[in-house]
């Protein structure tokens, strides 16, 4: 059992439920609701008890046949609604309101994007294992939007992915539904939509926001809760290679390999400003700390394409979950580092009196703004960076030395890439196909049938230069062997994996209906990198 685990009384800057409330923006009684769905013959595990549509305009950009229908179907396919609980009304407990918001990321630097609930990243969400809740989502800007509960183990129609037949959030309209939160842990809530060239939209803006979901028990053993989401602002295309983290030991081939077909490279994401919760270094409130304090960092990696590293001098993370999941071996470590949308929950033992910089270790980045300061009580002065030892991050080293259990069945994964296609942009086949979210009754993104209750074994093999942070819907996995090494009981559902790396993860097809895997970097899965299951 893990031996500190997060507890709200403890947390100073975590809103609590009731501070939350003050955060979100509640609505009269839908008078416009469209429809009430109910089926009380049927309940699944999951528990969703009802879901309506209350969409004021619909417009012709709205890619489903009608939101009426949509929630119609979902209901139908299998949610099991109730009767008690079809029409929720009068105020959600979880309301999100996705709209513009001005981000003073850094003095003279505000970002115009869009957020939750007036600010980015939005507010955090706290949810209590297994107790049901009503979310509403309200768009109040003009293009229809997905809201994807990432981590969580929710029916397709709420998950909130166009390619598992979501619900969307209607321009101008509202969407509600009953959620059951599961499982516990950090989590966090993000748009889906696909965004291309358009680099404010989806990942690239503002809209994400960190989930805590809380177990029933679990007294944690700590002084102070503090949760950090780091994002990259100002996006621009560039031909320039993005280095991650471990780069620097490709040799050139391996850099050269990648260049199919004589093409060059296409486009790749670079940003000029860098945050934590939303504020550039220096910018922000410190993390006001004393000494001997356990601190719990709950940390999520926000960007839309970014590897980041982080680390705080003087001080080692004792890392307790990965992707808001306790590891069977916490292990200190000096630096740690997170693919795009991946969360660490980390406890420093506050033992270096000072005033400090919790930073990246890449300079240019730190001195964009990818830094927070933390500041003893008592303690004067500059914040001070110091570069921290050289440092491997191994996901193996948190695992078990057995092996994972054998799975039933091996699917293999090859991660592929095309160089320069359309506009400039590269493709990212999955087995050599590409899928086409623009079209996705195309026959080449036809779903994987899974059998439900079967072991699955993804076997990725990355035969490019490109790092991937791999994501499976609705699902959670065991790592069971990175780079050849094998490990279990290690459980994520985001596993980054190296360019031309490997890596294998098991997960047991519990959750019926379709299921999106995906790489996380926005621009890898716009342009392919997409496979979508079917759990029957
Ligand atoms: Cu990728």
Not at 113 to 118: D, I, K
Not at 289 to 313: K, M
């Amino acid at each position: 059992m893990l031996d500190a685990w997060p507890h709200p009384w403890a947390s100073e800057l975590a809103l609590s439920y009731g501070r939350l409330a003050e955060h979100l923006t509640f609505f009269l009684p839908p008078t416009g609701m469209v429809k009430a769905y109910t089926n009380d013959s049927r309940r699944t595990f999951l528990k969703v008890a009802g879901i309506a549509v209350i969409g004021s305009v619909i417009t012709p950009a709205f890619p489903r046949p009608s939101a009426r229908t949509a929630a119609r179907a979902a209901v139908a396919s299998n949610t099991g609604a109730t009767t008690e609980a079809a029409t929720p009304s009068g105020s959600a407990d979880v309301s999100l309101r996705i709209g513009p918001v001005m981000v003073e990321v850094a003095k003279d630097r505000t970002i115009s994007t869009t957020g939750y609930n007036g600010s980015s990243p939005g507010p955090l969400i706290r949810l209590k294992e297994g107790k049901t809740v009503t979310v509403e989502l309200v768009n109040e800007t003009d293009v229809p939007e997905l809201v994807h509960w990432h981590g969580q183990y929710l029916p397709p129609e709420i998950d909130g992915a166009a390619e598992e037949k979501s619900l969307f959030v209607p321009p101008h309209g509202k969407l509600r539904y009953r959620l059951t939160p599961q499982p516990r842990g950090m989590r966090f809530v993000h748009t889906h939509v696909a965004a291309f060239s358009d680099l404010y939209r989806g990942t690239y803006s503002g809209q994400h926001a960190p989930v805590f979901i809380e177990p029933a028990d679990d007294p944690g053993q700590y002084d102070q809760e503090v949760f950090l989401t780091t994002h990259e602002w100002e996006p621009f295309f560039t031909h320039e290679e993005m280095d991650s983290p471990g780069d620097e030991e490709k040799n050139e081939d391996e850099k050269h390999e990648s260049d199919e077909g004589g093409k060059p490279n296409g486009w790749e994401v670079g940003y000029r400003l860098f945050s934590i919760n939303g504020r550039a270094l220096g910018h922000g409130e410190p993390i006001r700390v004393r000494q001997g304090q356990q601190v719990l960092f709950h940390i999520l990696n926000g960007s839309a394409t970014e590897t980041i590293e982080l680390a705080l001098p003087g001080h080692r993370f004792r890392v307790v979950a990965l992707d808001g999941n306790p590891v069977p071996v916490p292990r200190e470590v000096d630096v740690l580092q997170l693919g795009t949308a991946e969360r660490i929950d980390a406890i420093v033992e506050m033992n270096q009196p000072g005033i400090w910089v919790l930073g990246t270790p890449k300079d240019d980045d730190r001195n964009n703004g990818l830094g927070i300061v933390v500041e003893y009580a008592g303690s004067m002065g500059k914040p001070k960076w110091q570069k921290p030892p050289k440092s491997q991050w191994d996901y193996t080293m948190f695992g078990s030395d057995r092996l994972a259990a054998k799975p039933d069945r091996v699917i293999p994964m090859i991660l592929g890439k095309i160089n320069g296609g359309e506009h400039g942009f590269n493709h990212w086949p999955v087995n050599g196909v590409v899928y086409d979210p623009r079209n996705m009754s195309a026959p080449q993104n036809a779903p994987m049938k899974l059998e439900k209750g079967l072991r699955y074994r993804l076997s990725f093999e990355n035969r490019s230069d490109d790092t991937h942070p791999l994501h499976l819907h609705r699902n959670t996995f065991e790592l069971a062997n990175v780079e050849g090494r094998p490990t279990s009981g290690v459980m994520k559902d985001v596993v980054l994996i190296k360019g031309f790396g490997r890596v294998d993860v098991d997960f047991t097809a519990d959750h019926p209906g379709l299921t999106l895997f995906h790489c996380h970097q926005q621009i890898h899965m716009d342009y392919g990198l997409m496979k979508v299951f079917d759990i029957v």
